[in-house]
């Protein structure tokens, strides 16, 4: 278990008031801190967007990378060593938009970490336009007369791919949010998270008033998250975002199959006196 | 293995030296393909134009190729399938028909083996001892069957002793064993470049298939057991670049390899990793551009593309080796370099170093020490990742460690890696990371001048154009002709003193390059204010041949000595 504090940096986050940020913020360090891990053996990737700035204020192994480029880094990450939990902070332009071929690459390989996307329908650092999950004819500066584009649905498309571990949140949930951040760490194989979020600042539709009418728990209904098919009816719902584990099953993780962590992690490996000899002679 | 390089490796296994060159059409089967081998008893580094031996399998080749047949060029075609009549090659000599199809029914092996038959058949008519050539085909068709390998045996002798009766009086080469020759390895640019890495402690290797660098992908992915090593084939260069820079965060080494059009999405990663101070490896072997350009095709025309890529200002090291050897060294080298200057570090190769084979004795790796640099397992009180350092480098831990804590931030960032936008502290951290050239810089190596010290014309050039260029001082040497050679392999941050020393001190200067606008040519300029008027370039997909350099130089020194 990790002290609670020790994850504090001691820098204060600068989130507009009433952001969906600080629920999710706040959700991340209470899973960590409830989980039976080392605080070192923590790494974190986050991508670019208001949530990016979540790196200044947990204190763990981490990199901020570029926008739409979290899932691959941690991959990496994970795959030189595979004793690290490696969890994935990113945004909905960043998983849905710049870097949808990550996401499905990522569900299709079923890499061993857990992606957690902030959700909130909008790009705010950028200061409000259409993201890949607004709803068609959301008006904002880059759509003043409504977005033309149907919204992306991340669970139906993470199900379809394969994907293992599939949820949703809400960050004004946290208690929900904390239960599914540890299910998903627990859970070996590739874990999306989606979290439903609100921009106090950017989005006025979306509020966390709609959010509350919008969704409905899925602990209050009896589902089985290992049946694909109802699973499959819950995240094309027209009519509630539900939220919990909506898919999980188990299948071995990326790693688990690389030829080469058959053994210790490739970062424990002794590179002195590496004997090429029997490479050599393929080319005699 | 296909039979041309069953023949690179005949010619290596009785001592000769051998050097291979590949032309090949952007398709999976058919169109023009020619392999072509030189061998010779002294060392080779280049195809050069006209051919001894010509194997056409199909009638075409004997036109296509019909400038590069001499007079007395040994014809080898199939009896049925080829006519020399009908070709531009009809008033040339000697013709050696084999019944190719014939040979092989009677074996009652497949069509393809004609191509062994043929090769078999030139050995044959050379005096080859057949049974180090058995051993060949028993090599090559390691993990198959025994009755593939008897077959190919079966059907080798009969094309062996078919053209021995028929055509060794014709044949005025001997390819006999040379006795007390070295064993020598037969490989391309790309798998010295994969075995360096192999030997400096690769553990993670990304890529996206991408001619002509993919067979670095594939030696590296059947070596991924033997040697413990991490091969991931991602979704996109994006990827391969962000997965390589997580490796190495994590405490690998780490590489990953393109060409022209991956490396161009890679620009991005680039970039994280000289803000991050991440050490990673990027190969970028080219092909003919624009666009697609020229997929299978030899060019250097990604220079200075490979040099700036990446936005914003950081280090970035170059290296360009022009030989399998030095793909070999400079492979180590850039491993221990992007660990110790924490920064990518690029080797640019392109498709004729890359894909041709050459013979080389086993490197030498006396003296090559993995040396990660400023590395922490264990993590000192107080520790700050990005700590301000005299030399620019600050000592790093990896995730794991206790008390190592770090973020590696794409933000602009404090000591310990926390987003920060302040005067003062963009101005330290900007000089601290590009402190690291002055240190990079201190301990250049010195660059290669290749020939006498004191010559009548200076050839300058950089990576593949080496072989070339060597071959034909060779050729100039001999007719008294005072030629050296200025090779940069230390492209960036670029030794400008260096340069400009040898330069001043050149009688005259002759650039060769791979490109049409002399690219090099033009860094030198902006580097040490010398333009190199001379130029031999060229950017056709084709490689240099030794004839071509040495035509230009005879060109400007007049008639010799």
């Known amino acids: 278990m990790i002290p609670k504090e020790a994850l504090e940096t001691g820098l204060k986050p600068t989130w507009c008031p009433g952001c969906g940020d600080y629920g999710i913020w706040l959700a991340v360090k209470q899973a960590l801190a409830q989980l039976d891990i080392k605080h070192e053996d923590i790494f974190i990737t986050y991508g670019i967007g208001c949530h990016g700035h979540m790196c200044n204020h947990v204190k763990a192994y981490g990199l901020e990378g570029l926008h739409g480029r979290p899932i691959p880094v941690a991959e990496g990450v994970k795959l030189a060593n595979r004793k690290l939990k490696v969890i994935v902070i990113a945004g909905d332009g960043d998983t849905y938009g710049e870097g949808l071929n990550h996401f499905l690459m990522g569900i299709r390989g079923n890499h061993d970490i857990t992606l957690i996307v902030h959700d909130n329908q909008i790009y705010g650092l950028t200061t409000g336009q259409a993201s890949p999950t607004s709803a068609k004819g959301t008006k904002s500066k880059s759509t003043p007369t409504g977005s033309i584009e149907v919204p992306v649905n991340p669970i139906a498309l993470a199900i379809a791919q394969g994907g293992s571990f599939v949820a949703r949140g809400f960050s004004a949930d946290p208690q929900q949010l904390i239960g599914l951040i540890k299910a998903g760490v627990a859970h070996k194989g590739f874990s999306v998270i989606d979290v439903l979020q609100n921009c106090a600042t950017f989005n006025k539709v979306n509020t966390v008033t709609w959010y509350k009418e919008h969704t409905s728990r899925l602990e209050e209904k009896k589902h089985d998250p290992h049946d694909k098919i109802k699973a499959m009816r819950l995240a094309l719902d027209p009519n509630h975002l539900w939220t919990g584990i909506i898919y999980q099953d188990a299948r071995e993780a990326y790693d688990e199959d690389v030829p080469a962590e058959r053994g210790e992690p490739i970062i424990d490996h002794d590179l002195k006196n590496i004997d090429i000899s029997e490479s050599v002679k393929q080319f005699m | 293995m296909n039979t041309g390089l069953m023949f690179s490796k005949a010619c290596a296994r009785i001592g000769l030296h051998v050097f291979d060159y590949i032309e090949y059409p952007s398709l999976v089967r058919g169109g023009h393909n020619t392999y072509q081998v030189r061998a010779e008893d002294e060392e080779v580094r280049s195809q050069i134009r006209m051919v001894d031996i010509l194997i056409a399998l199909e009638e075409p080749t004997l036109t296509i190729h019909a400038n590069e047949i001499k007079d007395d060029t040994l014809l080898v075609y199939d009896v049925k399938n080829v006519d020399p009549g009908k070709t531009r090659a009809a008033n040339k000599r000697i013709r050696c028909p084999m019944p190719l199809k014939e040979l092989v029914a009677e074996v009652g092996g497949p069509e393809i083996m004609q191509n062994t038959v043929a090769l078999a058949g030139v050995l044959g008519m050379c005096d080859y001892p057949f049974e180090v050539f058995e051993d060949i085909i028993r090599d090559s068709f390691e993990g198959k069957q025994g009755k593939v390998v008897k077959e190919n045996i079966a059907v080798a002798k009969k094309g062996y002793d078919y053209a021995k009766e ?396």
Not at chain 2, 240 to 262: D, K, L, W
Not at chain 2, 409 to 432: P, T, W, Y
């Open chain 2, 166 to 561: 028929h055509y060794s009086h014709h044949s005025h080469y001997r390819l006999t064993p040379i006795k007390g020759a070295p064993q020598r390895m037969v490989l391309t640019g790309n798998e010295a470049t994969a075995l360096g890495a192999v030997k400096a402690g690769l553990k993670f290797y990304a890529a996206y298939p991408m001619t002509p660098s993919s067979t670095i992908l594939h030696t590296l992915a059947g070596w991924q057991e033997r040697h413990g090593i991490v091969v991931k084939q991602a979704e996109d260069e994006i990827s391969v670049i962000n997965m390589t820079i997580g490796a190495a965060t994590a405490g690998t080494r780490a590489m990953c390899g393109t060409s022209g059009g991956g490396y161009a999405l890679m620009s991005e990663g680039l970039s994280l990793a000289g803000i991050t101070e991440t050490g990673i490896v990027v190969v970028e072997v080219q092909r003919g551009g624009p666009g697609t350009g020229l997929p299978t095709w030899t060019e250097q025309a990604d220079l200075r593309f490979v040099m700036h890529a990446g936005h914003g200002e950081f280090l970035k090291i170059v290296l360009a080796p022009g030989d399998v050897g030095e793909a070999f060294r400079l492979t180590m080298d850039a491993l221990n370099l992007a660990e110790r200057f924490q920064t990518p570090v690029v080797i640019i190769s392109d498709k004729y170093l890359g894909e041709s084979h050459k013979s080389a004795e086993p490197f030498d790796t006396t003296g090559y020490k993995v040396d990660r640099g400023k590395l922490l397992r264990q993590a000192p009180p107080n520790y700050l990742r990005y700590a301000d350092s005299p030399d620019g480098i600050s000592p790093r831990t990896i995730p794991g460690v206790k008390d190592g804590i770090f973020l590696a931030n794409s933000d602009e960032h404090d000591d310990m890696g926390f987003s920060n936008e302040e005067i003062v502290l963009r101005n330290r951290m900007m000089a601290k990371r590009m402190r690291k050239t002055q240190t990079y810089l201190a301990e250049l190596p010195q660059q290669q001048v290749h020939g006498p010290e004191e010559a009548d014309l200076t050839i300058i050039s950089w990576g593949s154009t080496k072989g070339p260029i060597l071959d034909a001082m060779k050729w100039l040497a001999k007719e008294g002709f005072q030629v050296n050679f200025l090779q940069i392999t230390h492209i960036q941050p670029f030794p400008v003193e260096q340069v400009a020393e040898v330069l001043s001190k050149a009688k005259q200067t002759l650039l060769v390059e791979n490109n049409y606008t002399g690219q090099m040519g033009g860094v030198i300029r902006e580097a040490t204010g010398i333009e190199l008027k001379e130029r031999l370039l060229k950017s056709d997909g084709r490689p240099f041949y030794p004839e071509e350099v040495y035509d230009k130089v005879r060109a400007i020194l007049g008639g010799g000595q």
